[in-house]
């Protein structure tokens, strides 16, 4: 093997290694910093609790946005580490899967600049005295409501990811198959949720939904490939040079 060869070698090993490291990052700060901040501040269907909890705590909520805000830095890098670890298996489907994950990113980011819009509503500046206060708080409600659907939307094109991504896995002959197989699963659970949410309300109000579809899915699936990643990636002897 020359020397160029040995390099990108190392090179996707490495990427692997990162992912592994990302993604983790992504279920550390994503899971527990949520349910530290905004899920402990932000309830469903409940207007008045929800601005109440927000203005009596809007530290932990601006917390909450920080996590997310770092969380999408993650993100990011695991995209690119993904890219290069399953280049090899298949240059242009490891592209497409990535671009998936990048437009995931984007909106889901964007989604969350109406957070702010939230605190400067809630904000009690002087130029907002000739609103009315209930207004106020209804136009907040509708920033939070617009952030979730914004979710909504962005995890379509995150499901779609993560079916290329355990195609890829499939195809890879060094990521065991098993993992491909939860996460092609996982990714139908996205679709599924993301869908019903749109077409149904009856959906968007069952949270035992979101736990079969998603919530079990998502985390026995993603938690098996980082934790490969993690332990293995780093270590396997089957990569082609890029």
Not at 45 to 69: K, P
Not at 155 to 182: A, E, M, N, R, T
Request: aromatic share 14%; proline share 2%; charged share 10%.
């Amino acid at each position: 093997m020359n020397r160029y060869s040995m390099t990108t070698e190392i090179t996707a090993q490495k990427a692997a290694q990162i992912a592994g490291i990302s993604y983790f990052m992504i279920f550390v700060i994503g899971m527990g910093g949520t349910a530290l901040t905004l899920d402990r501040l932000i309830v469903k269907g409940d207007a008045a609790t929800t601005i109440h909890n927000i203005m009596a705590q809007e530290s932990l909520f601006r917390m909450g946005i920080a996590c997310w805000s770092v969380v999408i830095v993650f993100d990011t890098l695991t995209t690119w580490a993904l890219y290069y670890t399953l280049k090899p298996v298949d240059k242009s489907i490891s592209l497409l899967a990535a671009s998936f994950r990048l437009v995931f990113v984007a909106i889901f980011a964007y989604s969350f600049v109406g957070y702010f819009s939230v605190l400067e509503l809630l904000s009690g500046a002087s130029y907002l005295k000739a609103i009315e206060t209930p207004l106020l708080h209804a136009q907040a409600m509708l920033y939070i409501n617009a952030h979730e659907y914004a979710m909504h939307l962005s995890f379509i094109f995150f499901g779609l990811h993560v079916f290329f991504l355990g195609y890829l896995v499939l195809k890879s002959g060094y990521i065991p198959k098993f993992i491909g197989i939860l996460l092609i699963v996982a990714s139908c659970g996205y679709l599924i949720n993301s869908s019903g949410n749109f077409l149904s309300q009856e959906y968007a109000n069952s949270k035992i939904a979101f736990i079969i579809f998603v919530a079990v899915p998502a985390i026995v699936s993603e938690l098996s490939l980082t934790l490969w990643l993690m332990i293995k990636g780093s270590k396997a002897s089957h990569y082609q040079p890029i």
